[in-house]
């Protein structure tokens, strides 16, 4: 039976305990000390022995002094260049796109995460795929090699009808990106147009069918290079130091586009898809859109346009505060480097890395260990004489 002196007693162990209950909730815990200095568990030996090498950071909390933010994080490359952070894009609804300027369309559909991973796709186009007999067997080995060192990778070998299908897929809300590919009157500029389009609209690896893979992708960028902190990755395919370098070539640096890494929505790749875009749509709507109108493949779809598209890019202070920089950046920062340099979120390799072999130039050989990519310069569309030129 309950008393009244036991009904008290009960009373007292519910109020006391409710009120344990109440401060262990509402009680913050002790800020326990952290080691900024600490290894990381996840990171490599040479990583953690830079951690802890390094001086220990000032202590942070309630009584520390604040760092007054600009609201703009940077990160400084070898040249002094300070990338101004990525900016968050409102939402557009699908019926207001068309109204966009087709760079600003692009920048939405393909949105650019520079801190995501590369995707695991492994591109390349052909007249034929390898399941095909027609496939030339000249190429088996090639192929291969991109498969054999890239085992989980999907790897695809696009032929000009599939290609065509998958323009239309991606591209559905662009309608402009897909008559401006299908009005390109020869095939290898719908070659060169669609290895930017796939890699704006999926990221991973393009790279030509006579390219052979001698590393792995994993190795192309030194691994003390954080992967995310850039987003495409490229490579010279021409330096050359000689006076009548323009005979040869189109620029004093020329960057290769037969292998390219890049994480979807890249706004190199933005770039250049609206150049070749715009461009092709202004000749096609003058009647200058043929064959003979078009001069030079390089310049229109080529390792020209690729080059003078990433150059753009580095000196954009859209991307770049150029308040801190030294001054544009042109082939000079390239010329003659024997190491990788990143410049914002692009690593461009020495020569060697996707030119091994070419016996000049300064490019080391096949075997060489920066020697990552072979290309095998078959440039089937071009004229025998022509074939080492220009890519």
């Not at 490599?44 to 950071?57: F, G, V, W």
């Not at 650019?112 to 995707?119: N, T």
């Not at 090639?142 to 498969?147: H, L």
């Not at 004093?252 to 390219?260: D, G, Y």
Request: glycine share 6%.
């Amino acid at each position: 039976m309950l008393t009244p002196r036991r009904a008290l007693a009960v009373a007292c162990v519910i109020l006391t305990l409710f009120l344990l209950l109440r401060n262990t909730h509402t009680s913050e815990p002790a800020a326990v000390p952290t080691n900024a200095n600490s290894p990381k568990p996840t990171g490599s030996y040479s990583d953690n022995k830079r951690i802890q090498e390094t001086a220990p950071e000032p202590a942070t909390g309630a009584d520390a002094p604040k760092a007054v933010s600009s609201g703009t994080s940077t990160a400084v490359d070898h040249d002094g260049h300070v990338a101004l952070a990525k900016k968050l894009r409102p939402q557009v609804p699908i019926g207001d796109l068309k109204a966009q300027p087709l760079r600003k369309a692009l920048q939405y559909t393909f949105p650019y995460d520079s801190e995501g991973k590369f995707p695991a796709y492994i591109w390349q186009t052909w007249k034929y795929t390898p399941a095909q007999g027609e496939f030339g067997e000249d190429f088996r080995p090639a192929e291969a090699s991109w498969s054999e060192l890239h085992p989980s990778f999907v790897h695809e070998v696009i032929t000009d009808s599939v290609a065509s299908h998958l323009i239309r897929l991606f591209y559905a809300a662009l309608p402009e990106i897909q008559e401006a590919y299908e009005a390109l009157p020869e095939p290898v500029l719908k070659a060169d147009f669609f290895r930017y389009l796939i890699l704006l609209a999926r990221g991973g690896i393009y790279t030509d069918i006579d390219t052979t893979a001698l590393k792995s992708a994993v190795e192309w960028v030194p691994a003390e290079v954080p992967r995310n902190t850039y987003g495409l990755v490229i490579g010279i395919e021409a330096d050359p130091d000689r006076p009548d370098w323009h005979d040869w070539y189109s620029r004093r640096i020329q960057f290769c586009q037969w292998t390219i890494q890049a994480k979807p929505g890249h706004p190199v790749l933005v770039d250049i898809v609206a150049s070749i875009t715009e461009e092709t749509l202004r000749r096609k709507r003058a009647g200058i859109l043929n064959k003979k109108a078009i001069k030079s493949i390089v310049e229109f779809t080529g390792p020209a346009i690729w080059t003078d598209a990433i150059f753009k890019f580095f000196n954009n202070p859209e991307f770049f505060d150029m308040a801190t920089s030294k001054g544009n950046i042109t082939w000079q920062q390239f010329t003659g480097i024997k190491q990788a340099k990143k410049v914002g979120d692009v690593i461009v390799l020495p020569i060697t890395a996707f030119s091994p072999g070419v016996g000049q130039m300064g490019a080391g050989e096949v075997d060489d260990p920066q020697a990552m990519v072979q290309h095998a310069f078959e440039g089937s569309w071009k004229p025998e004489s022509e074939r080492h030129i220009g890519g």
